[in-house]
């Protein structure tokens, strides 16, 4: 299986600075089709998850574009450009490349 | 509106059973692959099933193959999952999510198995 792996699990952020949260993964999320199935979820406190940003670099509608994607192969990134507090959460990339489908560990968005 | 929503979580105790119901609405539901993934208490997400749009692929992980059947009635615009020989470690939130890449989640339901 392929096994993702996130960083750092907990990142305490000033309010306005930016984010920066790392996802790799133990194989290629290249898929055959020429695509590449890295997404990025967010999850606030008390909800459930929402899909911020799929194929790795395109945000869902209504995301703020302070969120950005990129990466390729196997190393990934989430960036928040400027935090906001409603920014705080659990963040969770995840592969849909190979099967069994596979999420990190998540990482922890607090306010400093 | 999209909208999935899940029902008839419950406390239910080892070795038990329980069924998962997931209600679409806002969308042809009948087009979309599905999945179920679960969230144990203060823990990640954990991908569960998944099921096409047509019911010809279905996939589980390791971890509920043999005791978790996933299905769906297009025609009732709803998605299932039957879980048997349930375990402690079952224990979780179990959310709906649509197509194989999650666009759109359910706020979940509760399952708790304890005796």
């Known amino acids: 299986d392929v096994v993702m792996t996130q960083s750092p699990l907990s990142l305490p952020v000033t309010l306005g600075q930016p984010a920066s949260i790392s996802c790799r993964s133990s194989q290629s999320l290249v898929h055959s089709d020429g695509n590449t199935y890295l997404n990025w979820f967010q999850q606030r406190p008390g909800q459930s998850p929402r899909r911020l940003i799929y194929?790795?670099?395109n945000r869902d509608s209504g995301v703020p574009d302070r969120f950005s994607g990129s990466g390729s192969g196997t190393d990934f990134t989430l960036k928040i450009t400027r935090v906001e507090a409603e920014d705080v959460g659990v963040y969770y990339c995840?592969?849909?490349?190979?099967?069994?489908?596979?999420f990190g560990q998540g990482t922890k968005v607090e306010i400093k | 509106e999209v909208q999935l929503v899940e029902s008839g979580g419950g406390l239910v105790q080892p070795g038990g059973s329980l069924r998962l119901s997931c209600a679409a609405s806002?969308?042809?539901?009948?087009?979309?692959?599905m999945n179920w993934v679960r969230q144990a208490p203060g823990k990640g997400l954990e991908w569960v099933s998944y099921i096409s749009s047509s019911t010809s692929t279905i996939y589980y992980a390791d971890s509920v193959k043999g005791r978790f059947t996933i299905s769906r009635d297009n025609a009732k615009n709803s998605l299932y999952l039957q879980m048997n020989s349930l375990r402690g470690e079952d224990t979780a939130v179990y959310y709906c999510?649509?197509?194989?890449?999650?666009?759109?989640w359910g706020k979940g339901t509760t399952v708790t198995v304890s005796s």
């Open positions: 995840m592969q849909g490349t190979h099967w069994p489908k596979g």
């Open positions: 194929k790795v670099s």
């Open positions: 999510a649509r197509t194989s890449y999650m666009d759109v």
């Open positions: 806002g969308f042809t539901f009948s087009s979309y692959s």
